[in-house]
């Protein structure tokens, strides 16, 4: 065989596991069920970041 259809071969074959173990990954994740929000009270609270600006009218000499 040439070398060229030996490297499309390989990367066919690479090509297919990589789409089934792709496919296999999904219906696991599919299997697990219906995704639950977290509960509020498990939830870090957030924090809240704030800008202040210099009154202008301090500013004048």
Known sequence: MERGKIVAIITGAISLLLAI???????????RGEMIPAPQSQL??????????PDINSLTC
């Open 44 to 53: 870090s609270p957030s924090i809240e970041i704030t800008s202040a600006t």
């Open 21 to 31: 173990a792709y496919l296999m990954l999904v219906q696991l994740l599919d299997f």
